[in-house]
């Protein structure tokens, strides 16, 4: 139900990407000019310390905050001018969200929650395509549960399915796992995983901000910000990998 | 002062705002109650007539409309204090003790219903020589009585609405420390407790005895000599059964909400969400129902048992006119009093669910799909609220028609309840507009979470 947009185009990409805050003396840059592009497909992990912008990008690129200066493209349209009118319809048709604390709606069934965003784009969902996310995600039994009856890895998933019901171009992921066990997260990781590989569905582009290098391993490739830039990338990561990166950060800043 | 009072005091300094509904409740309720009670101080300086008039006056009217007072500053008081269970929860998490978290809520709520009594009595000193003034310029009391109004009539009305406000304080209390601590409040919302033995039992009562007066009116009252007989039994069942009704109101809101709820779910996905959310949480909307309920009944049924007195008995009899005055003033005072409450009830359940809707806003839903759900609930518990209230005033309605030979359907003034229930209806839309737009804009916070 997504907006057809152009396929060879990246699913999200920012260019020279500044946020700052406050003015005069009391400045603070949370972006300081971002170059990305996530291709269609790819599985990205955004890493860095507390304070370095990851959410701040996750932020700009769905439209829930101005960037100060820059450009943003979501399936090679350029958003950034876009008024809140546009931008909400933008998130709800062309962008999928999975948050920490799942943010599900707690007098909605599972069916209902994943089928919400059709209905807040005054669409009836798609009966099928909900029921075969559900099964996807493997809930095919809760279907007209609430989320106070499921566990915190259940209500992840129905969040997952919900992201994915309108095929977005492209799925925001905050701390996915931030909220789980490992053995949980790890359920999660694939299913994320899944999500962009698997050779039935149209393949989806996620790009996930996290703070642990094991679920960081599960991407395709991970971009280290400090201080509001891009301090270096990491292809093919292993968790291992990704924690001694994290732990040398400052090298990455010197080297730039 | 110990740290639990201090914590107390910086916590009310920090958020005036929340304190306000509590505040307000409370001086309203003590100016009214207080000024009655004037009266009855009144009664004891006069001698005759005048003493019987300001006895009823003040006692029967005075008495009706504390209840009403007692159960609003209650119901406000409670809806206050359980809007804290996330900072009663974190409270707890870093050691206070369950005992110093009920302290917390309950001198908070001291400080701010002792100022507003205070300020309350103050204006009782002022409305009751006011009230005074009206009845003797209307005749109804002959210049001969002297004012008598003092210290003690006012006092008292400020002390049983405190003492109101400290129980409902401190049942809120208990009720918010009784779980093991933690911050996370679950936002489970399918959390539908049954309700407490003893709230059925209060309801029952309450409901049992409007029906017995009813059943009296017609068996008893009704062949009795004097007029007004069959009016001081009927005349408050409509009252005592709506309240009985709002006491009930999570439990029946669940079972009329489905019902109701799939007439707006058609519209759009705001009433999609509105109605599987008051079917689904009619704990947190019976707040407001209740006192949707009692304006309903208390109105409807009042209005017209004036209106069918006016029209069976010959007009302009002084009797007749201080009833009616009374009536009329009865009705002003519960209407005043449940349109505050639904206002109240709307700001807390909003302001409770902040984080809830700007959930909605994250998703991709607009500003006014958002205000729309909230719109949409209030539509289906107005929708609830009016027909319970409306089934409610029969109780006062039927049996004074069948005491005044109209028979079951009164034969006339039926206009009133169309009249009634749009009034109600556009208080409570107006309520949840206006809490819903209050709630601010949530593109305010830019964070994703």
Redesign the interface.
């Given at each position: 139900m997504s907006t057809p947009s152009n396929p060879a185009a990246p699913a999200l990409a920012v260019h020279d990407l500044t946020r700052t805050y406050g003015t005069g003396d009391a400045t603070i840059a949370a972006l300081g000019g971002i170059d990305l592009a996530f291709r269609r497909g790819t599985f990205t992990a955004v890493m860095g310390p507390s304070g370095s912008g990851k959410?701040?990008l996750?932020?700009c690129a769905?439209g829930?905050?101005r960037p100060t200066s820059g450009r943003i493209a979501i399936g090679g349209e350029d958003v950034t001018d876009w008024d809140?009118?546009r931008r909400?319809?933008l998130?709800?048709?062309r962008?999928g969200?999975v948050?920490?604390?799942f943010?599900l709606?707690?007098?909605?069934s599972v069916t209902?929650n994943v089928g919400?965003?059709a209905?807040?784009?005054?669409k009836r969902p798609d009966r099928a395509r909900v029921r075969d996310l559900i099964a996807r995600v493997g809930l095919a039994d809760r279907a007209h549960h609430?989320?106070?009856?499921l566990s915190g890895g259940q209500q992840q998933r129905v969040a997952i399915a919900?992201a994915l019901v309108c095929q977005p171009d492209v799925v925001?992921a905050?701390e996915p796992t931030g909220a789980l066990d490992s053995a949980t997260a790890r359920q999660i990781l694939d299913l994320l995983r899944s999500s962009v590989t698997d050779p039935q569905g149209p393949s989806q582009t996620v790009v996930m901000v996290t703070h642990d290098p094991v679920a960081a391993s599960y991407a395709d490739e991970v971009v280290f910000l400090v201080d509001g830039r891009v301090a270096g990338r990491m292809t093919h990561p292993t968790a291992d990998a990704v924690a001694g990166q994290m732990a040398h950060l400052d090298d990455l800043v010197v080297a730039r | 002062m110990n740290a639990t009072s201090s914590l107390a005091w910086r916590s009310l300094r920090h958020r005036p705002l929340a304190a306000t509904a509590t505040f307000v409740a409370v001086l309203l309720g003590a100016a009214l109650i207080g000024s009655f009670a004037t009266l009855v101080e009144s009664a004891s300086g006069a001698r005759g007539t005048d003493a019987d008039t300001l006895v009823i006056m003040g006692a029967v009217v005075g008495g009706w409309g504390a209840v009403i007072v007692l159960f609003s500053v209650a119901s406000t008081v409670g809806i206050t204090a359980t809007q804290r269970a996330a900072e009663i929860g974190l409270v707890r998490t870093i050691g206070a003790t369950p005992r110093q978290a009920r302290k917390l809520i309950v001198r908070e709520t001291a400080v701010v219903a002792g100022t507003a009594a205070v300020a309350g009595a103050a204006t009782a000193l002022g409305a009751g020589r006011l009230l005074f003034d009206l009845l003797q310029s209307g005749g109804l009391i002959t210049s001969r009585t002297q004012y008598g109004g003092g210290p003690v009539s006012v006092a008292a009305g400020a002390a049983l609405v405190l003492l109101a406000s400290s129980i409902a304080s401190a049942v809120a209390a208990r009720k918010a420390t009784r779980g093991p601590a933690g911050v996370l409040v679950?936002?489970?919302?399918?959390?539908q407790s049954r309700m407490a033995w003893w709230r059925v039992a209060i309801a029952l009562l309450l409901i049992g005895y409007g029906i017995a007066m009813a059943v009296i009116t017609i068996a008893v009252t009704a062949h009795d000599a004097d007029p007004y007989a069959a009016m001081s039994t009927s005349g408050s069942s409509s009252i005592l059964v709506g309240v009985g009704l709002a006491v009930l109101a999570p439990v029946l809101l669940r079972w009329c909400a489905t019902p109701i709820g799939r007439l707006v779910g058609p519209f759009?996905?705001s009433g999609?969400?509105a109605s599987?959310?008051t079917?689904?949480?009619a704990h947190l909307l019976a707040g407001v129902l209740a006192p949707v309920i009692v304006l309903t009944s208390a109105a409807v049924g009042t209005l017209m048992l004036v209106n069918i007195d006016a029209r069976s008995l010959p007009a302009g009899t002084p009797d007749s006119d201080t009833i009616n005055l009374l009536n009329n003033v009865v009705v002003g005072m519960i209407s005043l009093f449940a349109a505050i409450m639904v206002v109240n009830a709307f700001v807390a359940t909003i302001a409770h669910r902040r984080a809830?809707l700007h959930?909605?806003?994250?998703?991709?839903?607009?500003?006014r799909?958002v205000r729309g759900s909230v719109v949409g609930e209030a539509a289906i518990v107005a929708a609830v609220g009016v027909l319970l209230g409306t089934l409610a005033s029969l109780a006062t309605v039927v049996p004074f028609t069948v005491a005044r030979d109209e028979g079951v359907v009164p034969d006339g003034g039926l206009w009133l309840v169309p009249a009634v229930v749009a009034g109600v209806v556009a208080v409570t839309l107006g309520a949840a507009r206006g809490a819903a737009r209050s709630a601010g804009n949530p593109?305010v916070s830019?964070?994703?979470?």
């Amino acid at each position: 139900m997504s907006t057809p947009s152009n396929p060879a185009a990246p699913a999200l990409a920012v260019h020279d990407l500044t946020r700052t805050y406050g003015t005069g003396d009391a400045t603070i840059a949370a972006l300081g000019g971002i170059d990305l592009a996530f291709r269609r497909g790819t599985f990205t992990a955004v890493m860095g310390p507390s304070g370095s912008g990851k959410s701040t990008l996750l932020a700009c690129a769905a439209g829930l905050d101005r960037p100060t200066s820059g450009r943003i493209a979501i399936g090679g349209e350029d958003v950034t001018d876009w008024d809140e009118e546009r931008r909400t319809r933008l998130r709800r048709e062309r962008i999928g969200f999975v948050f920490q604390a799942f943010h599900l709606m707690p007098y909605l069934s599972v069916t209902q929650n994943v089928g919400l965003p059709a209905r807040l784009a005054g669409k009836r969902p798609d009966r099928a395509r909900v029921r075969d996310l559900i099964a996807r995600v493997g809930l095919a039994d809760r279907a007209h549960h609430l989320p106070g009856s499921l566990s915190g890895g259940q209500q992840q998933r129905v969040a997952i399915a919900r992201a994915l019901v309108c095929q977005p171009d492209v799925v925001l992921a905050d701390e996915p796992t931030g909220a789980l066990d490992s053995a949980t997260a790890r359920q999660i990781l694939d299913l994320l995983r899944s999500s962009v590989t698997d050779p039935q569905g149209p393949s989806q582009t996620v790009v996930m901000v996290t703070h642990d290098p094991v679920a960081a391993s599960y991407a395709d490739e991970v971009v280290f910000l400090v201080d509001g830039r891009v301090a270096g990338r990491m292809t093919h990561p292993t968790a291992d990998a990704v924690a001694g990166q994290m732990a040398h950060l400052d090298d990455l800043v010197v080297a730039r | 002062m110990n740290a639990t009072s201090s914590l107390a005091w910086r916590s009310l300094r920090h958020r005036p705002l929340a304190a306000t509904a509590t505040f307000v409740a409370v001086l309203l309720g003590a100016a009214l109650i207080g000024s009655f009670a004037t009266l009855v101080e009144s009664a004891s300086g006069a001698r005759g007539t005048d003493a019987d008039t300001l006895v009823i006056m003040g006692a029967v009217v005075g008495g009706w409309g504390a209840v009403i007072v007692l159960f609003s500053v209650a119901s406000t008081v409670g809806i206050t204090a359980t809007q804290r269970a996330a900072e009663i929860g974190l409270v707890r998490t870093i050691g206070a003790t369950p005992r110093q978290a009920r302290k917390l809520i309950v001198r908070e709520t001291a400080v701010v219903a002792g100022t507003a009594a205070v300020a309350g009595a103050a204006t009782a000193l002022g409305a009751g020589r006011l009230l005074f003034d009206l009845l003797q310029s209307g005749g109804l009391i002959t210049s001969r009585t002297q004012y008598g109004g003092g210290p003690v009539s006012v006092a008292a009305g400020a002390a049983l609405v405190l003492l109101a406000s400290s129980i409902a304080s401190a049942v809120a209390a208990r009720k918010a420390t009784r779980g093991p601590a933690g911050v996370l409040v679950q936002s489970s919302a399918a959390e539908q407790s049954r309700m407490a033995w003893w709230r059925v039992a209060i309801a029952l009562l309450l409901i049992g005895y409007g029906i017995a007066m009813a059943v009296i009116t017609i068996a008893v009252t009704a062949h009795d000599a004097d007029p007004y007989a069959a009016m001081s039994t009927s005349g408050s069942s409509s009252i005592l059964v709506g309240v009985g009704l709002a006491v009930l109101a999570p439990v029946l809101l669940r079972w009329c909400a489905t019902p109701i709820g799939r007439l707006v779910g058609p519209f759009g996905a705001s009433g999609h969400l509105a109605s599987y959310n008051t079917a689904r949480r009619a704990h947190l909307l019976a707040g407001v129902l209740a006192p949707v309920i009692v304006l309903t009944s208390a109105a409807v049924g009042t209005l017209m048992l004036v209106n069918i007195d006016a029209r069976s008995l010959p007009a302009g009899t002084p009797d007749s006119d201080t009833i009616n005055l009374l009536n009329n003033v009865v009705v002003g005072m519960i209407s005043l009093f449940a349109a505050i409450m639904v206002v109240n009830a709307f700001v807390a359940t909003i302001a409770h669910r902040r984080a809830e809707l700007h959930r909605l806003h994250l998703l991709g839903a607009t500003a006014r799909q958002v205000r729309g759900s909230v719109v949409g609930e209030a539509a289906i518990v107005a929708a609830v609220g009016v027909l319970l209230g409306t089934l409610a005033s029969l109780a006062t309605v039927v049996p004074f028609t069948v005491a005044r030979d109209e028979g079951v359907v009164p034969d006339g003034g039926l206009w009133l309840v169309p009249a009634v229930v749009a009034g109600v209806v556009a208080v409570t839309l107006g309520a949840a507009r206006g809490a819903a737009r209050s709630a601010g804009n949530p593109m305010v916070s830019g964070a994703v979470r």
